[in-house]
Structures are given as structure tokens and as C-alpha cells.
T-cell receptor, first 109, second 114 residues
Framework: AQRVTQPEKLLSVFKGAPVELKCNYS??????LFWYVQYSRQRLQLLLR??SRESIKGFTADLNKGETSFHLKKPFAQEEDSAMYYC???????????FGSGTRLSIRP | NAGVTQTPKFQVLKTGQSMTLQCAQD?????MYWYRQDPGMGLRLIYY???????DKGEVPNGYNVSRLNKREFSLRLESAAPSQTSVYFC?????????????FGSGTRLTVV
């Protein structure tokens, strides 16, 4: 069965400090991985996808198949990054997405 | 461009009451989903509809029913609300032809059962 684990419920860092939100997954095949973000009182929105290898709002995430991880990183945190972040996985584009339990990122001024 | 629209945005129910949460998408997506979001538990799939005319149970279907009325609309019904169903409910849609983009979410319905 597929599973997504986000070990940190809350991560608090100072503005300008590096950020790393951890995500580990369990799936025997080659999954598609996503990071979704939810700003206060807003809908969830896609932040980035592993397949595109993009950087969005300064965030990057690298898929490490050996460690089955897809950690989200940003070198210098900004106050507007404060939000709830969800790591998510699916087996294929036709499958439903499995979400982790989420990490609340709080950036202190 | 509306995307995914959910109604209502807020609702308070008494235990035992029934209600239907509405969801509509205008992106011609085949698949639609209902999730509930609870603190510390992330998003859990209640029901989904891979295509018009089909529905399937997700992780937490008990106490809910769904109807895929047409390609645009996917409703979630609580027949007899319980306090454990207090949550934020999100509808989402997707299409394998646009699979790389994952889901598009609605803005959510905040439901309180007292």
C-alpha cells in the first residue's frame, strides 16, 4: 500500500533561515510526487511536481528513490511562506492522490 | 475561470440532521474527489468518481454518500450528521490528460456538527 509520511507537524524557523520540510513515502513502483500548499483560509494549491524539476517561489524538491524521500527545501525563508504544506503521491496520472498529514510552517520575523 | 466551486462555504448542523455538499467544476475533468481535512490527519479521501457514472469508496466513506450527477457535478451527502463529521471538506477534480498537474481544489466547506 502507498503511504506518505510527514514526520513534523510544525516547523518554525526564522526569516532568512533555510527550510526543509521532510517527506518520505512507501511505494514499490515509480510514483508521481507533489507538494501542495495551503495559505491561511485559502484552498489547497499545487506548489510543485517532481516530474517537472522546477523551482516555485524559491522552493525545490528532489526525489530520492534510494531513500524514498521528497523533501521540500528553500534556502532563505520568507514570512509569506507561512502555510500548511502537504506532500502527496500517486501511482499514475489516472490514480487518486494520497496525502501526508501535513506540516505547518511558521516563519518568525 | 471558476475552476472548482463548492457550496456552502460554512454550515452548522445539529446531530442527526442531513445535508448535501455541492461541488461543480468547469474544466471538463473526468475525475472528481471528496476529501475531509482534520488537524494532524491531513486530507483523507471519502469518495471519488473516476468518470461520469462511477463512484468508489475512499479511506473514510462511512456516514457519507455521493452522487455524480453529470460530468460537472459531484455531491456529498451526510444522511445523519454526527459530531465526528465536523471537518473541512474539499472537493477536487483532475483529468489524466492533464495528469501532471495533479488536482484542482475547491475552496472548502467548513462543517460543524453540534
Amino acid at each position: 500500500a502507498q503511504r506518505v509520511t510527514q514526520p513534523e507537524k510544525l516547523l518554525s524557523v526564522f526569516k532568512g533561515a533555510p527550510v526543509e520540510l521532510k517527506c518520505n513515502y512507501s511505494y514499490s513502483g515509480s510514483p508521481e510526487l507533489f507538494w501542495y500548499v495551503q495559505y491561511s483560509r485559502q484552498r489547497l494549491q499545487l506548489l510543485l511536481r517532481h516530474i517537472s524539476r522546477e523551482s516555485i517561489k524559491g522552493f525545490t524538491a528532489d526525489l530520492n528513490k534510494g531513500e524514498t524521500s521528497f523533501h521540500l527545501k528553500k534556502p532563505f525563508a520568507q514570512e509569506e511562506d507561512s502555510a500548511m504544506y502537504y506532500c502527496a503521491l500517486r501511482r499514475s496520472s489516472a490514480s487518486k492522490i494520497i496525502f501526508g498529514s501535513g506540516t505547518r510552517l511558521s516563519i518568525r520575523p | 475561470n471558476a475552476g472548482v466551486t463548492q457550496t456552502p462555504k460554512f454550515q452548522v448542523l445539529k446531530t442527526g440532521q442531513s445535508m448535501t455538499l455541492q461541488c461543480a467544476q468547469d474544466m471538463n475533468h473526468n475525475s472528481m474527489y471528496w476529501y475531509r481535512q482534520d488537524p494532524g490527519m491531513g486530507l483523507r479521501l471519502i469518495y471519488y468518481s473516476a468518470s461520469e457514472g462511477t463512484t468508489d469508496k475512499g479511506e473514510v466513506p462511512n456516514g457519507y454518500n455521493v452522487s455524480r450527477l453529470n460530468k460537472r457535478e459531484f455531491s456529498l451527502r451526510l444522511e445523519s450528521a454526527a459530531p465526528s463529521q465536523t471537518s473541512v471538506y474539499f472537493c477536487a477534480s483532475s483529468d489524466p490528460r492533464q495528469g501532471l498537474y495533479g488536482y484542482t481544489f475547491g475552496s472548502g466547506t467548513r462543517l460543524t456538527v453540534v
